[in-house]
């Protein structure tokens, strides 16, 4: 069991140094957040205003009080231009901690985007949305509650007091951030939407390291997603929904399907709603080349790593949302297929400049 415990602490250890240029936070309820998913978002709603808050907790089961916490706020608006477009401005603030060395990020953003009609009537809309967004943000360590190799005693415990031998040249630094994104989508009378959007986030691609004589650059995140909903009655209808991001080596795939019951008629936003997905990740595996046992070589698949349960309610000017993500991966044996809670909140502001159907129902 010590050995186990051991073998974890040095995977936790060796994922920070060498994925650390790769981090992002990601939330399972990305719908929920608009901002963070795209920049193109901002201001695309059906009301003229909306704050969102996210709070997402992960690996408790295993890291206890050390586990990874996330959190989210926006603000956005929508301002009418012309007869048919639109522009958005918004405001969002992003924290997370990951791990007992405290490794944290804290960022503040801008966005902007302009809403183009491209076709429509009385029955349905097009539009075409650009948009972007520019932040700055802090990441730091707490290097005092990182252990090394030189602080082991050998025999098998752990002295804090021995010299780690190892300095940081900064523990904590700012950087600028941009991003931008792309999104198309329809929508009909009758509740039907479609929607297809991209974004590239880290455009300019800050430098991550702890060390003056390094550079080590954050990989751009590109991010496709897509959905829509699908109406089979007044009162039920599908809305499914998926998102794939590409980050340097690594690659994530959320995809599933909620449920969607009307309280209200249609044109009130009364409704709940239940849904599954699935989140695939790509893993790598080191193994021993078989020819010559010096020689390690990487396996690269495309696995499972959660299923994610979620639940939503919506009525009037509240939408609220929570999902709990049922970890698959090989993890398990420590985790017991525990892996993070979602909470979501909206609130939207709307005032009486309304122009019929504009936007699908994120």
Not at 100 to 129: E, H, P
Not at 298 to 309: K, N, P, T, Y
Request: aromatic residues 16%; negative net charge.
């Amino acid at each position: 069991m010590k050995r186990f415990f051991y073998l974890l602490g040095v995977f936790v250890i060796f994922g920070f140094f060498t994925e650390v240029k790769a981090q992002d936070i990601h939330f399972s309820q990305f719908y929920q957040a608009p901002l963070t998913l795209n920049p193109a978002m901002t201001g695309v709603m059906q009301c003229n205003q909306r704050l969102v808050a996210n709070y997402r907790n992960q690996w408790s089961s295993v890291l206890r009080s050390n586990a990874y916490s996330t959190y989210a706020a926006s603000y956005d608006q929508r301002i009418p231009s012309g007869r048919n477009d639109y522009f958005g401005v918004g405001a969002s603030f992003w924290g997370d901690n990951a791990g007992s060395a405290n490794y944290s990020t804290v960022q503040g953003r801008i966005s902007g985007s302009f809403s183009k009609w491209m076709s429509g009537g009385r029955d349905f809309n097009s539009y075409l949305v650009f948009g972007a967004d520019f932040g700055l943000a802090q990441r730091g360590i707490d290097v005092d509650r990182l252990r090394w190799g030189a602080q082991h005693d050998g025999m098998g415990g752990f002295d804090p007091t021995l010299p780690s031998n190892e300095t940081f040249d900064r523990d904590n630094f700012l950087f600028a951030d941009v991003s931008a994104g792309i999104l198309w989508f329809t929508t009909w009378q009758d509740g039907r939407s479609i929607y297809l959007g991209a974004a590239a986030h880290h455009l300019n691609r800050p430098n991550q390291s702890f060390f003056n004589d390094n550079t080590i650059e954050l990989y751009t995140k590109y991010t496709l997603h897509g959905g829509g909903e699908i109406p089979f009655s007044s009162r039920f209808s599908l809305v499914p929904n998926i998102v794939t991001m590409f980050q340097g080596p690594s690659f994530q795939l959320n995809g599933g399907l909620s449920s969607r019951f009307q309280i209200g008629p249609r044109g009130d936003n009364q409704s709940f709603q239940i849904g599954a997905w699935v989140r695939l990740v790509n893993n790598y595996n080191v193994s021993q080349s078989d020819d010559d046992p010096t020689v390690f070589r990487d396996d690269v698949g495309i696995g499972a790593d959660a299923v994610i349960l979620t639940a939503r309610f919506d009525f009037e000017h509240f939408g609220i949302g929570f999902s709990y993500d049922i970890n698959v991966s090989d993890l398990t044996t420590v985790s017991n297929g525990n892996g993070a809670f979602e909470f979501s909140l909206i609130y939207n502001i709307c005032g009486p400049e309304r122009r019929g159907v504009y936007c699908p129902r994120w």
